[in-house]
Nanobody, 127 residues
Framework: VQLQASGGGLVQAGGSLRLSCAAS????????VAWFREAPGKEREFVAM????????YYADSVKGRFTISRDNAKNMVYLQMNSLKPEDTAVYYC?????????????????????WGQGTEVTVSS
């Protein structure tokens, strides 16, 4: 599967952005999809993940209550609605997908568990 992330930009603190991840090349509903982010000088970190049918969603504590992940399998799209943005949310955001069988319950937080990655979209939050 190929992934294309978009929707980043410059926004003031307290504002909102919606990121999109478009998928192509395979049956999208077979894949769990996550968003990660990488700030300058920091490691890539987990943000949110949505399972195959969208029935389960997981969030990093730092974004819980502010960000919402969703998917539309008919359109091969995953979205990340980001509200109440803070300067510390500034990063390049990546969408990632995987369809493999996992052996532990928190696998979705581990970036090494995802075989497919989009190119990243930059989000800058000014104070």
């Amino acid at each position: 599967v190929q992934l294309q992330a978009s929707g980043g930009g410059l926004v003031q603190a307290g504002g909102s952005l919606r990121l999109s991840c478009a998928a192509s090349g395979d049956t999208f509903s077979r894949y769990g999809v996550a968003w990660f982010r990488e700030a300058p000088g920091k490691e890539r970190e987990f943000v949110a993940m949505i399972r195959l049918s969208g029935d389960r969603k997981y969030y990093a504590d730092s974004v819980k209550g502010r960000f919402t992940i969703s998917r539309d399998n008919a359109k091969n799209m995953v979205y990340l609605q980001m509200n109440s943005l803070k300067p510390e949310d500034t990063a390049v955001y990546y969408c990632a997908a995987d369809s493999g069988t996992k052996t532990y319950s928190t696998w979705y937080r581990n970036r090494h568990e995802y075989h497919y990655w989009g190119q990243g979209t930059e989000v800058t939050v000014s104070s």
